[in-house]
């Protein structure tokens, strides 16, 4: 593909990003090892946030953290019902 003939650069100079025409042999495992390190740090991450999730009102309805929250999970909030909401709005019309 295009560009022509790769020119003469110097060698003595570094670049965090690898250089002029970087190809490195090992991008594959270089990129698993960077993956798994940032599941490793997003799994801690959620794991402590779920585990020190606090709500100070009840969900109008069901909501995803329901599925992995600590206080959902051991039964101290629930969803309020929906139908409780709506009779309560048509009483102050």
Request: glycine share 12%; aromatic share 12%.
């Amino acid at each position: 593909m295009g560009g022509g003939a790769r020119y003469p650069y110097p060698k003595d100079v570094w670049s965090p990003a690898g250089g002029w025409w970087t190809r490195p042999s090992n991008w594959k495992s270089n990129l698993g090892i960077i993956s798994a390190g940032a599941g490793l740090i997003v799994y801690g991450v959620w794991s402590w946030s779920a585990k020190h999730e606090q709500r100070m009102r009840a969900p109008m309805r069901a909501i995803p953290s329901m599925n992995w929250a600590k206080e959902f999970k051991e039964g101290k909030v629930v969803a309020r019902d929906e139908g409780w909401v709506d009779s309560h709005h048509d009483s102050h019309h």
